[in-house]
């Protein structure tokens, strides 16, 4: 996973972060080419929202480089944060601005295509927020604030996307809407990041999976070996469980 | 009710804006210095001090601590709101432009440092008529250059940095362009106050008991010429930005996300956990929309201890200054009651039952505004070199009270504090005959 090349989408290369004496992640190298969707995988703590983070720009590394789309996210952070977009577990919304509220001013700072509305209805519609459309964030439930970012998300049609556990406070529904989604747009060639802790639903979605633990990736999956893995998640899970030591 | 959504025009993506290296390093540097040694004339003043004036001293140091206030609202008033969302949403110079502001806020802190600190130097010392000339002279510098940080601020929002705010309005409108003018009332607050406290120090500074009358009118006569030059430098440079930085201001405060959140938000820097729940139990409690009353508490605090600083003042004067502050706040009460807030209220389906009291709440802010800002300049220009100060204020009213948005008709409701001074001054007469 350390290849390097000018057409991938996100590039890093000797991440570490730590918090105080803390060392949370160390020598994290990964690259993502377009149409890819790396999962992460680890513990509770074990720095999976701290390497999405740093991903994202949304926190500054201690050492290393990113890249998007060979942009570098230190020193050009405005414009390599142009290409991504991170859903948090708990993303910024206004909350007394409706989802469409949201989605025009996206459409003004991204300059999205004409259709935008029209493409945000069926968005909307996928995750059964169409009668939210017009409601105040904070009028709508956790799980559905959580879909309307996801919807955004979608919306902005970014080259890459970065999901902080997304599957969190989702319906049975909605996921199976999520996972359509996702494999839809990696055909269109958008690369995905997600952390999970969900081994069915990677192997449902991921072309590559990696585990978090002990600051590095302890343990990466690439698309021969979760072909291995295909159609047994137990097996996957056990292999994860290994790795996460 | 929600305002329906205008479709949004398809724009590319536009380059992000290089706005950082606003100001060299040498000025701020310059600044920080000039900064310091105020300081350590301030502190020299206060270690003079003689215990029975512990009230004195009390006073001063509040005043100290509130030097940072102007260069806060300024902050205040051109922090984008809901930054994170837009940010997140894909916005592209909203950092930026804080950058650049940030700077003019610095500027505006080491200019305001300035007045109090060569005021209370001189409290201490001011016996020689040559020092009391030069130290004069640097106040009329202090407050022109503190006026001029201002309007530059306002300048640079509105001027050569329009596009980026242009960009941060996202290109919707979102609710009525009415809600505008709420949002930076704080602003205006701010703004209005200069205008009393120039006419007190004026008029404070013109009588004859500072001294023999023909050094007192050769300070006053330098100053006039000297502030005359200074303000009139300023105002030419920054006057057109001015304007436009008002309008783009209150274009960024009228789009996205701004009628949601009637007051201004914290700056970033401030708005870090331990600071801010350290300062909400203090000062910051009045920014917030659930504890209005504390922060006119502390304007009126600060305001009427740098009034009461003064020597000899009667109930009379007491009187005349709170007629004139309240006569103010209800006028701008009544004011947005039948105009602007019924309508933002109305919009965010609150019904008209709810713009009554967002019209007193934004009313008291900004009449704490103008009484605080009137308390604090009124400190910094106690005893020497009012004109400077009074130019500067009477030019900043002058633009405000409606020329620059072509409304001489609301004159009337904005002349309370001025009206104020006058009945302080009247009354001092009154009570000196």
Redesign the interface.
């Known amino acids: 996973m350390t290849q390097t090349s000018t057409a991938a989408v996100l590039h890093a290369a000797g991440l570490a972060k730590r918090y105080g004496d803390k060392v949370v992640l160390s020598r994290v190298d990964l690259s993502l080419q377009p149409g890819e969707i790396l999962v992460l995988l680890g513990e509770n703590g074990a720095g999976k929202t701290t390497l999405m983070r740093l991903l994202a720009g949304e926190l500054p590394a201690d050492a290393g480089e990113v890249t998007v789309l060979g942009v570098d996210l230190n020193r050009r ?3 390599a ?2 290409q991504l ?2 859903v948090a577990q708990h ?8 989802l ?3 989605a ?11 259709q ?2 029209a493409e945000l209805v069926d968005l909307a519609a996928a995750f059964r927020l169409d009668r939210a459309l ?1 409601l105040p964030i904070r009028s709508l439930s956790g799980g559905m604030a959580h879909k309307a970012a996801l919807c ?1 998300a979608f919306l ?1 049609r970014a080259p890459l996307i970065l999901l902080d556990e997304p599957h969190t406070g989702l319906d049975v529904r909605s996921a199976l809407a999520l996972r359509d989604l996702i494999c839809a747009r990696r055909d269109q060639g958008t690369a995905f990041v997600l952390a999970s802790h969900m081994a069915e639903a990677t192997l449902a979605v991921a072309t590559r999976a990696a585990v978090v633990a002990g600051g590095v990736l302890a343990r990466q999956f690439e698309p021969a070996d979760l072909a291995e893995f295909s159609g047994d998640a137990r097996r996957f899970e056990q292999a994860v469980l290994q790795a996460m030591g | 009710m929600l305002a329906p959504a205008r479709q949004s025009e398809p724009k590319p993506a536009a380059p992000p804006r290089q706005l950082s290296g606003a100001l060299p390093v040498w000025l701020l540097l310059a600044l920080a210095t000039a900064s310091a040694v105020l300081g350590a004339l301030l502190a020299n003043s206060l270690i003079g001090l003689q215990p029975v004036r512990a009230a004195d001293v009390a006073f001063r140091l509040a005043a100290l601590a509130a030097l940072a206030l102007p260069a806060l609202q300024l902050q205040m008033l051109t922090t984008p709101k809901h930054g994170p969302t837009r940010r997140w949403l894909g916005e592209a110079s909203s950092q930026q432009v804080r950058s650049a502001l940030a700077d003019s806020a610095k500027i505006l802190l080491a200019t305001r440092a300035g007045p109090l600190g060569l005021a209370l130097a001189l409290a201490q010392g001011g016996e020689s008529p040559h020092l009391a000339l030069l130290v004069a002279s640097g106040q009329v510098g202090a407050w022109a250059g503190s006026a001029a940080a201002l309007l530059v601020a306002l300048g640079m929002v509105g001027g050569e940095r329009r596009q980026a705010f242009e960009l941060l309005s996202g290109g919707g409108v979102f609710g009525p362009a009415e809600a505008a003018p709420l949002l930076y009332a704080p602003a205006l607050g701010l703004l209005l106050g200069l205008v009393p406290a120039a006419l007190l120090s004026a008029w404070l500074g013109a009588r004859p008991s500072q001294g023999p009358w023909p050094v007192s009118a050769a300070i006053l006569a330098a100053t006039a010429v000297l502030g005359a030059v200074l303000v009139r430098r300023a105002w030419a440079a920054t006057v057109a930005g001015m304007h436009a930085g008002l309008r783009a201001v209150e274009l960024a405060h009228a789009t996205p996300f701004a009628q949601g959140q009637l007051l201004p938000e914290l700056p970033p820097w401030l708005d870090w956990p331990p600071v801010r729940d350290a300062l909400e139990r203090w000062y910051l409690l009045g920014w917030s929309r659930q504890h209005p009353a504390s922060h006119i508490a502390v304007a009126l605090l600060v305001g009427l201890a740098a009034v009461a600083a003064r020597d000899d003042l009667t109930a009379l004067n007491w009187l005349g200054v709170g007629l004139g502050i309240g006569w103010y706040a209800a006028a701008r009460t009544g004011e947005l009651a039948d105009s602007e807030v019924a309508t933002v209220a109305d919009w965010l389906g609150e019904g008209r039952h709810g713009a009554r009291p967002a019209a007193r709440r934004l009313a008291l802010q900004l009449g704490g505004q103008a009484l605080l800002t009137f308390g604090l300049a009124s400190v910094a220009t106690p005893f020497w070199a009012p004109l400077a100060g009074s130019l500067s204020g009477i030019a900043l009213g002058w633009v405000l009270a409606g020329r620059w948005r072509g409304a001489a008709a609301r004159w009337w409701p904005r002349l309370g504090p001025a009206l104020a001074v006058l009945s302080l001054a009247a009354t001092r007469n009154l009570g000196a005959s």
Request: aromatic residues 8%.
């Open positions: 952070a405005e414009q944060r142009a977009v991170y993303p910024p919304l206004a909350p007394l601005c409706s469409r509220e949201h025009q001013a996206m459409a003004g700072f991204r300059g999205l295509a004409p935008w509305p017009d955004l902005s």
